[in-house]
């Protein structure tokens, strides 16, 4: 069984997860309870810093409700706040500053072990790459910056984008399966003709990004700052495993992603890890969602970086609510079938999408503009 909620400003609606139909006879306390809770906590707004306390009072209603052995807590509210307002350094300061006092008070009021990720800096836009040579314009999305796709592609684009200034790479769909035959038939099918990475602080000026002037963009990073009190992982794809590990042996544990925030602004102990796989950088954003929560290599995934952006939004009748996928994985850290699992956030969609928890209780905002707050219930464990 799995309904959302969605709780505008106290007005509140049950909804069949998979159909989206409405949920006329409610059996299910714990989303009953959810309803009670949700209330006293209306999401402020994607660019309010108000939503990074927020994040950690849902968290902590959350745990002393349900007590799951493991929670995520996602931070998008500094990455939203510096790519679309221009920030003076004292700013800049006071909303990081804010985020590790948060942290604290969620890991101060609770016994879980922690795991603290900097999924990146931000930086000043370097420059937009020359697309006008090629036969169509590139497709990219707001789910990866450094990435972009050709479809429809002709003989002559071959040639432009091996000329093209500021590409770091460029993979063709047929070499791309040539190097991973074990990937699913279907994400083959979604691949671009080519797929484009760019070089570190360029973006692609496309349709995708609906007319929003960014002030920066997030760093490319090799590697990223992590604290930790369990097992040290060297590479993002371990840290599920690290994580699963510690489920068994008891331990509870909270995974804590802070998007916006590098090297230069962690106020944490850390040591580096790992944020590349073969050529592919993982993207703050999904690409680094789904890493932790599946632990799988990118070309394992259900979806490639970029598809066609005119079927990227989920338009069918599977999950209507969840606004980039109509395929969702099952095999993730949220669904351990022996152990209770919630995450929430201020990322609106990627919070359930990747993770797939028990309960998952997130923003529900489009492009800035608020929509209250979105709870799933995902076939959880008994209270």
């Not at 007590?67 to 909303?95: G, H, R, W």
């Not at 990227?312 to 209507?320: C, F, G, I, R, V």
Request: hydrophobic share 35%; with cysteine; aromatic share 10%.
């Amino acid at each position: 069984m799995a309904n959302i909620m969605l709780d505008v400003n106290g007005w509140q609606t049950v909804l069949n997860f998979e159909t989206g139909e409405p949920v006329e006879d409610l059996n299910d306390l714990i989303m009953e309870d959810m309803m009670k809770i949700t209330p006293a906590l209306p999401y402020p707004g994607d660019t309010n810093p108000e939503s990074v306390d927020w994040t950690v009072d849902v968290a902590l209603a959350v745990s002393d409700y349900y007590n799951p052995d493991f929670i995520m807590l996602a931070f998008s509210t500094q990455q939203i706040i510096k790519i679309n307002e221009q920030l003076t350094p004292e700013e800049s300061v006071a909303i990081n500053e804010r985020i590790f006092k948060q942290v604290t008070r969620f890991l101060e009021k609770t016994d879980y072990e922690a795991m603290v990720i900097g999924m990146g800096g931000m930086q000043d836009i370097k420059g937009v790459i020359d697309q006008s040579k090629l036969s169509t314009g590139l497709t990219s999305t707001m789910c990866a910056y450094h990435y972009a796709g050709l479809f429809m592609s002709r003989e002559n684009d071959a040639d432009v984008i091996k000329n093209m200034e500021h590409i770091k790479y460029a993979i063709t769909k047929d070499d791309f399966k040539a190097a991973h035959p074990e990937m699913k038939d279907a994400y083959y099918g979604m691949l671009p003709d080519y797929l484009l990475m760019s070089s570190d602080g360029y973006v692609f000026n496309e349709m995708g990004k609906r007319g929003i002037v960014h002030k920066k963009t997030p760093r490319m990073m090799h590697e990223l700052p992590v604290y930790t009190t369990l097992e040290r992982p060297n590479h993002i794809l371990e840290v599920r495993g690290i994580l699963e590990r510690a489920m068994d042996e008891g331990k509870k544990v909270a995974l804590i992603m802070l998007e916006g925030t590098g090297t230069e602004d962690f106020k944490f102990p850390y040591n580096m890890m790992g944020n590349q796989t073969e050529w592919f950088v993982h993207d703050q954003g999904l690409s680094q969602y789904l890493a932790v929560a599946t632990g799988k290599p990118f070309y394992n995934y259900d979806y490639p970086p970029i598809v066609n952006s005119v079927n990227y939004l989920n338009t069918s009748e599977k999950y209507p609510y969840s606004q980039h996928f109509s395929v969702l994985p099952e095999d993730t850290i949220g669904r351990r079938p022996d152990k209770r699992t919630a995450a929430v956030g201020t990322r609106s969609g990627f919070i359930h999408e990747t993770t797939m928890a028990d309960i998952c209780v997130e923003c529900h905002s489009r492009q800035l503009s608020m929509s209250g707050v979105f709870v799933l219930v995902n076939d959880p464990k008994d209270v």
